[in-house]
């Protein structure tokens, strides 16, 4: 899947760092969420939804 | 994870100890050989399912692939090792080795998973 959570991490001013700190992950799971190299569970990706006050399909989209 | 080391190591130079200096146990040293030889691991096991526990669902997950691959390995190397002992004549395999063999190929594998995701 596909996301856009580096835009939305950079417009927060946030290091990966910092948004794992604040979802309880680690900086290596949020740089994979990045990449597209790992999706999200469910759970986390309700976390990042509400984090960044989006619906979930506004984050994390299919790439077809 | 730090422990792993010493708990392999504890555990080797137990058995290595108990096996140069003690022959023929009775029941009841056998049974305290085993439980003090052992203990290492069991609580080497028991502080690295908290450890997994702490993780983050990317790390987890990869800590436990790495966990099945060396698993399967230490298995795979056991049986063919078994096989080769019998049709090749191969020295005998003490199944104490597996363990060491498989913390090194978790070792190597969570190396490898790890740095896909960096």
Redesign the interface.
């Known amino acids: 899947m596909k996301n856009n959570l580096r835009e939305l991490r950079a417009a927060c001013g946030w290091s990966q760092q910092v948004l794992g700190e604040r979802l ?3 900086r ?2 949020i ?2 969420l990045e990449t597209g ?2 999706d ?2 469910i759970r ?1 990706a309700f976390k990042i939804a509400r984090m960044f006050d989006r619906p979930v399909e506004e984050i994390f989209f299919d790439e077809s | 994870m730090r422990h792993t080391t010493g708990a392999v190591l504890a555990f080797a130079a137990l058995h290595l100890a108990a096996s140069t200096f003690v022959e023929a146990p009775s029941i009841v040293m056998g049974i305290l050989l085993t439980v003090l030889i052992s203990a290492p691991l069991i609580w080497w096991a028991y502080e690295y399912q908290l450890y997994v526990k702490a993780l983050d669902e990317l790390q987890s997950l990869l800590s436990l692939q790495a966990i099945a691959i060396s698993a399967g390995v230490a298995l795979m190397i056991g049986a063919v090792w078994n096989v080769a002992e019998k049709y090749l004549g191969v020295p005998h395999l003490n199944a104490a080795m597996l363990l060491p063999i498989a913390v090194l190929v978790h070792a190597t594998v969570l190396s490898y998973l790890a740095r896909r995701y960096q």
Do not use: D, F, R
Request: charged share 15%.
């Open positions: 309880e992950v680690s290596q799971t740089n994979a190299k790992y999200p569970s986390l």
